[in-house]
């Protein structure tokens, strides 16, 4: 037993040398890049500068430290998709509400689109109705005249009748039938031109409607645009962003199968030299 320990407990020349203990320290010291370990970590760290092969319990304590960190990280990873997860379920809700505003805004288009059809069709009506009387009050003025020219002139004094009473008769009589035919006439004229212009101002009043309700068309149409422009962006952003998380965390679970793998042979390693001491020990 005392001629074997000194042989397991002096490293042999080989494992003395420089090249050898650089080996073995850039073997067991820490990975760059991961800058998260605590005190003890670095305590670790700065012991194996001198980790020889018989140092089986300290670098495996060193690698089972690096597993816990790295498990660590694997849970904040994990802990971060999930935020990013609740994220983009928050943005598909909003999404949703925001494709509920668009219907909403497309059907109030169409329902304005609709009144401003009819609309339409009562101004052609109203325009059609204004040519119908701007072409029926020169037509009622003809008549007019052609009715005064139709008063039947006065009958010629008969050789019987000379005396002035019948001429005095017959002149009354065609000016009461010339103002009876120009009364009816006048009193319909007066009646159009008020219609006339009753509808050119509904006319008028139309078309301002009908420009208004186009205005609100296109300002609802420009605002639903940029708003739906804004959300593309965000998703965008955040389906980017989840496609990172996701290779970091693919990149992390291979770096713990890799350390689960080296604790293993470490093990298997530290069981074939309890092997080895037992033997010789035997």
Wanted: hydrophobic residues 30%; proline residues 4%.
């Amino acid at each position: 037993m005392q001629s074997i320990t000194p042989e397991m407990s002096s490293p042999t020349p080989t494992e003395d040398s420089e090249a050898h203990l650089s080996e073995v320290n850039n073997r067991y010291r820490f990975p760059t890049g991961m800058d998260c370990f605590s005190e003890g970590t670095h305590i670790f760290a700065r012991a194996t500068s001198h980790c020889q092969h018989t140092d089986w319990d300290l670098c495996e304590m060193i690698r089972l430290q690096e597993l816990g960190e790295a498990r660590q990280r694997a849970a904040q990873m994990e802990k971060t998709m999930r935020w990013w997860s609740e994220c983009t379920a928050s943005w598909r809700e909003k999404w949703n509400i925001v494709r509920m505003e668009r219907n909403r805004a497309r059907e109030d288009a169409n329902v304005l689109r609709q009144l401003l059809k009819s609309a339409q069709q009562d101004l052609e009506r109203m325009k059609s109705v204004k040519h119908y009387v701007n072409g029926e009050a020169p037509k009622s003025k003809f008549g007019s005249t052609a009715s005064l020219l139709s008063v039947p002139p006065p009958p010629e004094p008969s050789a019987k009748c000379t005396d002035a009473e019948i001429q005095t008769d017959d002149s009354r009589s065609s000016d009461e039938s010339s103002r009876s035919s120009n009364s009816p006439s006048e009193s319909n004229s007066s009646q159009l031109a008020t219609e006339v212009e009753i509808l050119t101002a509904k006319c008028k009043e139309l078309e301002a409607a009908k420009d208004a309700a186009f205005d609100d068309v296109e300002q609802v149409k420009k605002y639903y645009k940029e708003k739906l422009r804004q959300k593309d962006h965000e998703l965008d952003a955040t389906v980017f962003e989840l496609e990172r998380v996701n290779r970091e965390n693919a990149e992390f679970k291979k770096r713990i199968q890799e350390l689960e793998d080296k604790i293993e042979s470490l093990e298997v390693a530290s069981d074939e030299e309890d092997d080895v001491s037992a033997s010789h020990s035997a």
